[in-house]
């Protein structure tokens, strides 16, 4: 991806190589990092919607759910607006199933439901930060450990429910914050910093990665139709930071 001042484009042939499906009604592809879901004011090559429809000529694109710019993984597009509907209503209804896999600072050792309720922390200067706050809505996320290295757990993640930043803040509450993550890792003024000057020096030293560590892996949504089901392999940056772990 070409790298600008403010962030990346997506080149056609990217796209082309992030596709897990295309057919007539759908689209699916796998996410990078860095990569921002929803249009920006910089074009359509700027953010994956907007790449997505000149990739495929379509004036209109449903995305029932994104994923943070940061994230990688798993998106869906619908070609048509009774599919979009649909999808929507799934996601309404709670007939989606979504899984990530995420590499978490610390050693987690036993699997574990956090159930904590979320809203806006009201001690950080970022305003979009979220906490795990008395009067918050209910959320629930399922950690399970799959392997350790380094003093960090490759982990499979269940959300239950679906609030903002809910993955990163319930592993952050266990102790055991996403990798590389600038907003609820080591130190929120690293997220100030980025914002400022991007993943400068300070930056690089103080977080292993270049972004959070989260990938969405799978989704799965129940409809009247059937199953439809969207895998995404780990993203190849995560996968190598991993593997370089375990390298004596």
Not at 38 to 62: C, D, I, N, Q, T
Not at 106 to 128: C, E, M, N, Y
Not at 145 to 160: D, F, I
Request: with cysteine.
């Amino acid at each position: 991806m070409p790298r600008t001042d403010w962030g990346w484009l997506v080149t056609p042939a990217e796209l082309d190589s992030w596709t897990l499906l295309l057919t007539p009604d759908l689209f699916a592809v796998n996410k990078p990092g860095h990569v921002l879901c929803h249009p920006s004011k910089f074009g359509p090559w700027s953010s994956l919607v907007g790449a997505a429809r000149e990739f495929l000529g379509e004036p209109v694109l449903h995305m029932p759910s994104r994923l943070d710019r940061e994230t990688s993984g798993a998106v869906l597009f619908a070609r048509n607006r009774v599919l979009g509907s649909s999808l929507q209503r799934a996601i309404q209804h709670h007939r989606v199933h979504k899984t990530y896999t995420a590499v978490l600072d610390g050693i987690l050792s036993t699997p574990i439901t956090v159930d904590q309720p979320l809203g806006r922390d009201p001690h950080s200067a970022v305003f979009l930060k979220q906490a795990v706050v008395p009067d918050g809505s209910p959320s629930q996320t399922e950690f399970e450990p799959l392997a350790h290295a380094g003093n960090h757990t490759l982990v499979r993640v269940r959300p239950r429910t679906g609030r903002l930043h809910q993955i990163r803040v319930h592993a952050a509450f266990l102790g055991h914050p996403v990798t590389g993550d600038k907003l609820y890792g080591p130190d929120e003024t690293l997220f100030l910093r980025f914002i400022r000057n991007g993943f400068d020096e300070t930056l690089q030293r103080a977080l292993p990665l270049s972004r959070q560590a989260l990938h969405a892996s799978s989704l799965v949504f129940q409809l009247p139709a059937g199953e439809l089901r969207i895998d995404a392999p780990l993203a190849a940056d995560i996968d190598a930071f991993w593997h370089s772990l375990q390298t004596p």
